[in-house]
């Protein structure tokens, strides 16, 4: 079995981060690590939070899985509360990966053309770094507008957010994977520059009403997972918009959906047996 490493916070209410990838990365079929880097009482989105930082525990969790000889086929970052957070993710990156282990990085730091509370432009400098190491970063819009220090607005156009995906891949090694582009009046989905095959392409679903919390954590646990398990990149993009999308489509035919996340548990089962069709 494959063995991933995921890298960011476990917020202990509303879905994101390790609260998402973790069963979405079991539901493809693949070992999943956790490697918590903060436990907040519910992510930032609620008005009331209470966080642990773990920082100074990780070196800690470093140094025994070396003892253990620990090694990953991915490692992959997601919401880093610290700069420190960001060296730790390149040593794991260095030492701790199998042979032709994947370092993909969420630059999870915004969204809305805002920074997430609690991040200043320091944040975004040390993530700047980061990315290049990557080989495959998936920011959303507001990211990739942050990574290049130009302006976000609100009505890019197609051919905006393909330079915007361009631009960043012109300044890292690896291969760029932008969420929220939007095709023409009602698609919504990613656009990709496939650094292998030297070539950008977009898939996109439906554009549903609403705004929805930890969708861009789902994409990228759908993507490590797929990459990770041997699917091209333009597979694992386009199984990552279609989960993301009937995510989204589950929670908007539930009149008790929570306002805090997706009903993303309802399509594991789908998922699942998108991963068995192929095995
Ligand atoms: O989904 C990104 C994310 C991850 N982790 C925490 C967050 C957010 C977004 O708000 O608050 C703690």
Not at 41 to 63: C, E, K, M, Q, Y
Not at 155 to 170: G, M, S, W, Y
Not at 270 to 276: D, E, F, K, T, Y
Request: hydrophobic share 40%; aromatic share 8%.
């Amino acid at each position: 079995m494959k063995r991933v490493l995921s890298v960011q916070d476990l917020s202990c209410v509303g879905k994101c981060s390790l609260g998402e990838a973790l069963p979405v990365l079991s539901a493809m079929g693949v070992e999943a690590c956790a490697l918590p880097t903060a436990v907040l009482s519910a992510h930032t989105a609620f008005s009331n939070i209470t966080r642990v930082d773990l920082t100074d525990r990780l070196p800690g969790v470093l140094s025994a899985w070396s003892a253990e000889g620990l090694q990953f086929d991915a490692i992959s970052s997601g919401y880093l509360g610290a700069k420190e957070q960001i060296l730790l993710v390149r040593d794991l990156w260095e030492h701790f990966g199998r042979k032709n282990c994947l370092r993909l990085c969420d630059p999870a730091m915004g969204d809305a053309g805002e920074l997430y509370r609690g991040f200043d432009a320091s944040h975004v400098a040390a993530v700047r770094e980061l990315v290049k190491e990557a080989d495959v970063v998936l920011p959303n819009v507001t990211e990739v507008c942050l990574l290049l220090g130009e302006p976000w607005r609100e009505n890019f156009t197609e051919e905006q957010e393909q330079h915007l995906v361009l631009a960043l891949a012109d300044k890292i090694r690896g291969s760029v994977i932008m969420t929220g582009y939007r095709q023409g009046e009602s698609g919504l989905g990613a656009a990709c520059y496939d650094r292998q095959e030297n070539r950008f392409y977009a898939f996109c679903g439906r554009q549903l009403p609403g705004c929805y919390y930890g969708t861009g954590d789902l994409f990228s646990a759908v993507v490590t997972g797929a990459l990770v398990q041997g699917r091209s990149m333009s597979e694992a993009v386009r199984l990552a918009v279609e989960f993301t999308s009937r995510s989204i489509e589950k929670t908007l035919e539930d009149p008790e959906a929570r306002w805090y996340g997706t009903d993303f548990e309802r399509v594991l089962p789908w998922l699942c047996q998108q991963m068995q069709e192929r095995d």
